[in-house]
């Protein structure tokens, strides 16, 4: 089998834990991951009960390892470091960053669902959620990741995670050409210094063939997250190129 088709066998599985509290989405789910509309409806059912952050897998807890040691290489006195969750959904990821990193942040969690986004700024507001450092910001905002541009100057972020994003775009038909216009926003407004951390569950062996061929002259790595429900994550860091800060290799 193909570790292609190992990667769409699996996402049925991934789906179906996901979704079991959202029944009446799945099929539309599976097939339109890409769209606005689908992720409307998802949060907008979502919200139906009291707010609970959804994660699509592994919470803060598990990916957090990846995360910290990587914004700690990035500290420098002087400056807010600009961390943007692609994808963040209703996620706990973004302010968790936010209230656990002791360095000045500025964290922005980004969605293309204005439900979601809006579910996430009444929670946080609610919750009055602190930072790990006083000079650190928390924002969430409505953005379409094929178009950072329109939110962030180039070489203006230094790390970008995606959570399940780029895995929602390439398992939908026609996502997989928004999953490389993503991929190379993300280069644009990457530091020279930053990082893209993805979190995912496709196999190296058809990851590391899709990130090389589209982002050529950046640099990939790739460390193995831990296993939920049978499906092994992976985090892929993805470094534009010529710039000497630690990778998950060198770590
Ligand atoms: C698989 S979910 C992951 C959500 C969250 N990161 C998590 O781990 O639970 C994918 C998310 O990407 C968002 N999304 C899909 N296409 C997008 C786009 N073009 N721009 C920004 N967000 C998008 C969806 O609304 C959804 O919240």
């Not at 290489?73 to 968790?96: K, N």
């Not at 009444?122 to 990741?145: I, M, T, W, Y």
Request: glycine fraction near 6%.
């Amino acid at each position: 089998m193909t570790p292609l088709a190992k990667s769409f066998l699996t996402s049925p599985r991934i789906f179906s834990a996901c979704l079991r509290l959202h029944s009446s989405l799945s099929s539309e789910m599976i097939e339109n991951m890409d769209k606005k509309a689908t992720w409307d409806r998802f949060y907008a059912e979502n919200s139906r009960k009291t707010f609970k952050n959804f994660e699509w897998f592994f919470g803060f807890e598990t990916v957090q390892n990846f995360i910290m040691p990587v914004l700690q290489t990035m500290a420098s006195p002087d400056a807010r470091l600009q961390v943007l969750d692609m994808g963040c959904g209703t996620s706990a990821l973004g302010p968790s960053v936010y209230q656990r990193c002791p360095v000045p942040v500025r964290v922005t969690c980004g969605d293309i669902s204005p439900v979601a986004v809006r579910l996430m700024q009444e929670h946080v507001r609610a919750k009055a959620v602190q930072p790990g450092n006083c000079s650190s910001q928390l924002d969430f905002v409505e953005l379409d990741c094929t178009q950072l541009h329109k939110h962030f100057g180039p070489t203006s972020v230094d790390l970008i995670v995606d959570k399940g994003t780029t895995d929602a775009l390439l398992k939908s038909e026609e996502g997989k050409r928004s999953a490389g216009l993503v991929l190379k926003q993300c280069l644009k407004v990457l530091r020279h210094s930053g990082s893209l951390l993805q979190f995912s569950d496709e196999d190296p062996d058809a990851r590391l063939v899709w990130l090389e061929t589209k982002a050529r002259s950046a640099r990939v790595a790739v460390q193995e997250v831990g296993e939920c429900r049978g499906v092994c994550y992976y985090c892929y860091q993805v470094t534009p190129p010529s710039h000497n800060c630690a990778t998950l290799t060198d770590m």
